[in-house]
């Protein structure tokens, strides 16, 4: 299985401010054939299910401020959110699905400072 | 509008059964591989188990297999879980989610909005 692990666990920051989750892969998660990486990025708030931000490792969701940008390929993976609103307190979770059983980031819980 | 409505979820005690159900709207619903995602009380996202579209081939995470059932019947456009002889770690949120395609491994989108399935004595 291929283990993605997510930094910090959580952080703060101040209104404003930019804000960077990180998100590595046990291994690749690019695909020899097409050279996209199988990586989405979710954002979670209390009480709610998750929702798409980001997939193909950078490729923003229909509806998505373009605060948020995603960036990385390979293994290492980066979510910024450019200027932290209060509406984007949540916890961050990435997840691969270059391969079976796709698999998900431990989360990173956002914040204000 | 996709939708997403998840049933089901009750308490159960532990070696029970449960069918969880998802109603799906707004897409052919058998042109899309579906999944079911799980989150245990204030812990992260797991995925549980996955079926394709028109074929229906199903795919099961390590720690369900043999114990929990996915299936699909898409002339009602319902996602099923059967989940059997239930474990106090199965207690969670479970979640149903769209993938983009006829098969398995994309992104998730939508999420419906979760049944919680609580496993005690």
């Known amino acids: 299985d291929i283990v993605m692990t997510q930094s910090p666990d959580s952080l703060a920051v101040s209104l404003g401010e930019r804000a960077t989750i990180n998100c590595k892969s046990s291994?690749?998660?690019?695909?020899?054939?097409?050279?996209?990486?199988?990586l989405g990025w979710y954002q979670q708030k209390p009480g709610q299910p998750p929702k798409l931000l980001i997939y193909?490792?950078?490729t923003r969701a229909s509806g998505v401020p373009d605060r948020f940008s995603g960036s990385g390929s390979g293994t290492d993976f980066t979510l910024t959110i450019s200027s932290l609103q209060a509406e984007d307190v949540a916890v961050y979770y990435c997840?691969?699905?270059?391969?079976?059983?796709?698999?998900f980031g431990g989360g990173t819980k956002v914040e204000i400072k | 509008e996709v939708q997403l409505l998840e049933s089901g979820g009750d308490l159960v005690q532990p070696g029970g059964s449960l069918r969880l159900s998802c109603a799906a709207s707004?897409?052919?619903?058998?042109?899309?591989?579906m999944s079911w995602v799980r989150q245990a009380p204030g812990k992260g996202l797991e995925w549980v188990a996955g079926?394709?579209?028109?074929?229906?081939?199903?795919y099961y995470a390590d720690s369900v297999k043999g114990r929990f059932t996915i299936s699909r019947d898409n002339s009602k456009n319902t996602l099923y879980l059967q989940m059997n002889n239930l474990r106090a770690e199965d207690t969670a949120v479970y979640y149903c989610?769209?993938?983009?395609?006829?098969?398995?491994?994309?992104?998730?989108?939508?999420w419906g909005q979760g049944t919680l399935v609580t496993v005690s004595s």
């Open positions: 989610a769209k993938d983009q395609g006829e098969w398995l491994l994309s992104w998730f989108h939508p």
């Open positions: 707004g897409f052919t619903f058998s042109s899309y591989a």
């Open positions: 997840h691969q699905y270059l391969s079976t059983p796709p698999t």
């Open positions: 291994q690749s998660v690019s695909h020899s054939s097409n050279n996209r990486n199988y």
């Open positions: 079926i394709s579209g028109s074929r229906g081939t199903t």
């Open positions: 193909w490792a950078s």
